[in-house]
Nanobody, 115 residues
Framework: QVQLVESGGGLVQAGGSLRLSCAAS????????MGWYRQAPGKQRELVAL???????HYADSVKGRFTISRDNAENTADLLMNSLNPEDTAVYSC?????????WGQGTQVTVSS
């Protein structure tokens, strides 16, 4: 079983930046894709960014050019650097990771962007 713990959320003013971190622990053989998702109040959860084990990335159109996902395979971590934040980025951000055909989720961290 893989456990994921997110950190780095908080309150920031519009235009500011935050870095979210996701740390995996537990029984880890080989984490494949890792991703960051977000869910705003009253909305469905949506993919924000995804990174494969080899470093290929995919971003939602709404965050391209502002957010950067990265990972450290040796440390089993995935970070999300968020720049130029705006109030529409306010949401609970969760990370997930795939291993051996199973998807694991963290509990999430709140990001609030004030105008």
């Amino acid at each position: 079983q893989v456990q994921l713990v997110e950190s780095g959320g908080g309150l920031v003013q519009a235009g500011g930046s935050l870095r979210l971190s996701c740390a995996a622990s537990g029984i880890i053989f080989r984490l494949n894709a890792m991703g960051w998702y977000r869910q705003a109040p009253g909305k469905q959860r949506e993919l924000v960014a995804l990174i494969t084990r080899g470093g290929n990335t995919h971003y939602a159109d709404s965050v391209k050019g502002r957010f950067t996902i990265s990972r450290d395979n040796a440390e089993n971590t995935a970070d999300l650097l968020m720049n130029s934040l705006n109030p529409e980025d306010t949401a609970v951000y969760s990370c997930n990771a795939a291993q051996d055909g199973r998807i694991c989720w963290g509990q999430g961290t709140q990001v609030t962007v004030s105008s």
